[in-house]
RNA sequence: GGAUCCGUAGCUCAGAUGGCUAGAGCGUUUCGUUGACAUCGAAAAGGUCAGAGGUUCGAGUCCUCUCGGGUCCACCA
């Protein structure tokens, strides 16, 4: 043995062994208890970073159930990521000097498919390196075929049930990127934007947003102002800088008397808030903005210009006709922009899917409340109770190619508003007047909506008989930062869909973060590669080190000293083996038959000691995982190896061992192989190479031996 | 405005259901290498556990308030 641990000559030697030998494809045995996790699917196209390192908490999991014998399956899969791959390519493509528009939509799918497919073996290949012991012959895609059909068909059901609607309410969307978003995806930011007070005929009024007063179709105030009771329901006329225009005064509880002068204008096209209004009182909408980002011939003489520079032109203007009261320079307000490109969100009105929420988040709820599915850390319950009680109806549809398409048709020949939603299968002629011209929606589906169905829909491609044993899943583990994204999504179609839970725990990690806790980004430069980190420490460190000295669910400050440490561990480890390795050698050459070595009977006092201490460490470590608290399982074992046993119990022995004491050897044998085992879901690769070294007879592999018991 | 987490040694963090002189890693200081490991060992320094009040025989741990950070949510025109 080396003197100091190579890794390099280790981890792609066992990784393979056990990938030929399938351990980690189990068998449908109804006579085992099952044990499943899906692996939330990384994106396809993408590198892992350092918080995809966090699967080590799911290998733990899926390690120890397989050591404990259970039918342990890890699914794993890549996710299309729809607009997150699109955003990346049309970067690409910028790049080039090329744009989407110069491309038709199916040479667009099909460029990016390409692009798609030539990045995503190394993704999976880094999942390799990391030791994770997925059964790759269950691997998924979210655009596989089989997956297409599932994500349609709840698409149909929800449309037949009735929880699907389509609706030109106001989406909130993206110019820059040119599609629409659900509610999540919009980022909140706090910003100084002057209010400007305008003169509105007899009245003045306050708004952030003068560029849009092309688009008012009334004036607001509290049914109970009384500055305003008598104009209620009369019209005042307003000159404005395309010449006069009439406006009705309406009340509404929406408008707070305090804010400005307590009257406001009225934008249905361009406000939520306005919008609703303008449903209540059945109030026109006028587009001023389109969705290019300028502003449309509505706005006159404006025509054509961007949000920024028309506020500015139009206040300018505004200013020179006498028409600004005053303002107020050192408004803050928050302001909704992509999360993606930070650019800002505007509401415009476009017609979209939405589904209906509540019926199905509500039943999420109850679920929940009856702990039919529970929350590790705890805490996370009520956060995902919080999520689910103020969701609003989720729109769907995206306008981006590189998804999963809508399966839903409209006529063009008689103008019905009806839609001809299917299962996937082409609509071939209108159920009215029987026309062939039929136009499918252009829009595809919220990426989300596909992996909202992944754990029933990853277990129902292959085989009905997975589906039948491995669902529900044990074990939902991810980041807490996509619980209302993907989790909460996930209950509900899961309970949708299948009537069960999708999983029974939900066990969320922190994120990764670097050495004085800020989120790690390029743009400061303070990026961890995890596969860098690999390569120079190993795998096992990596992975203990994003496990070790932090308390599971909080945030985790990671630095290379901290893997520099975990490598340190390693190397103990490797030198623990490497001098019982020694003995076993000079005890041979005794002719002393090792492999009859026997722990029994032994009167020493550390010996007792230590087996003591080694019944401790089994029950810490077994508790913290089935507690999913891994961190306290990882630092158990940590300080008894290298504190007790290297520290104190090899230092008590080594006259002993001199001497030839058989129980000496018997009883650090043991205890170290033992250890071996119970690090084993921790640090899978070194561990499994010193029971290999060390073995006295031809013993199983540690990733298929039992879990050690007390 | 609401929710939530956090403030413990120089740094990063552990410290279930309150109970022996408050712990670890890294860093610092001193000493130690001829047969496991210098990616090491032995020892040491270093904390009014943010502050105040309360419950208790006893509080870093429970309650209230204050201060200081982080994160998330909300249709602030």
Known sequence: MDKRYQHESVEEKWYSFWEKNSFF?????????????????????????????????????????????????????????????????????????????????????????????????NMENQLRRLGFSLDWSRQVFTLDPEIIKIVHRTFKKLFDD????????????????????????????????????????????????????????????????????KWIGKEIEVEGLIGKFKLMVIADQAVDPKFGTGMVKVTPAHDMADFEMGQRHKLPMKQVIGFDGRLTKVAGPYKGLKVAPA??????????????????????????????????????????????????????????????????????????????????????????????????????????????????????????????????????????????????????????????????????????????WWVCRMIMLGLYITGKVPFKTVCLHGLVRDAKGQKMSKSKGNVINPLTMADMYGADALRMALIYGTAFGNDVPMSEDKIRGMRNFSNKL?????????????????????????????????????????????????????????????????????????????EAVKQRLKNYDQKALAVLTCVFITSLKLLHPYMPFITEELNKQLSLKEEQPLIISPWPKI
């Open 574 to 650: 490797w030198n623990i083996g490497r001098f019982i390795k020694m003995n076993q050698d000079s005890f041979q050459s005794e002719k002393i038959n090792i492999a009859k070595l026997s722990i029994e009977k032994t009167t020493q006092t550390e010996d007792k000691n230590i087996l003591e201490e080694l019944k401790t460490l089994t029950d810490d470590v077994t508790k913290s995982i089935e507690e999913f608290r891994f961190d306290k399982g990882a630092d158990a074992l940590y300080e008894f190896i290298w504190h007790n046993l290297a520290d104190k119990y090899i």
């Open 162 to 229: 009735g929880f699907l609607y389509r609706s030109n309410r106001l989406v909130n969307y993206c110019t820059r990127d040119g599609t629409g978003f659900s509610d999540l995806e919009v980022h909140y930011i706090e910003r100084n934007d002057p209010l400007y007070y305008l003169k509105y005929g007899p009245f003045v009024l306050a708004t952030t947003r003068p560029e849009t007063k092309f688009g008012d179709t009334a004036v607001a105030v509290h049914p109970e102002d009384k500055r305003y009771q």
């Open 311 to 484: 506020r500015q032109k139009v206040v300018e203007d505004l200013k020179a006709r006498g028409l600004i009261d005053r303002i107020n320079e050192k408004y803050v307000h928050s302001i909704g922009t992509c999360y993606k490109c930070g650019h800002i969100i505007e509401p415009l009105p476009l017609p979209q899917w939405y589904i209906k929420i509540r019926p199905l988040a509500d039943n999420a709820v109850k679920i929940i409340k009856s702990k039919k599915i529970k929350f590790s850390p705890k805490r996370f319950e009520k956060i995902a109770l919080q999520w689910l009680t103020n969701f609003r109806d989720w729109n769907i549809s995206r306008q981006i190619v590189w998804g999963i398409r809508i399966p839903a048709w409209k006529c063009l020949d008689c103008k019905n508003e009806e839609w001809i939603v299917t299962d996937g299968t082409a609509a071939e002629n209108c159920p009215h007047c029987r026309g062939k011209n039929l136009e499918q929606d252009p829009d595809t589906f919220d990426t989300w909506f596909s992996s909202g169905q992944w754990p029933f829909a990853t277990l129902k491609v292959k085989n009905e008989k997975d589906y039948e044993f491995f669902y529900p899943t044990q074990v939902l583990e991810t980041g807490y930062d996509i619980l209302p």
């Open 25 to 121: 494809t189990p068998n449908v045995d109804h006579g085992k208890k099952q044990f499943s996790i899906i692996l939330p699917p990384p994106n396809a196209n993408a590198d892992l970073h350092l918080g995809h390192v966090m699967y080590t908490v799911e290998d733990i999991l899926i390690r120890y159930h397989r050591m404990k014998g259970d039918a342990s399956l890890w699914l794993p899969g890549a996710d299309h990521a729809g607009f997150e791959t699109q955003f990346v390519f049309e970067k690409k493509l910028q790049k080039s000097g090329k744009s989407r528009f110069d491309y038709d939509r199916d040479t667009l799918y099909k460029m990016i498919w390409d692009f798609v497919y030539e990045n995503r073996g």
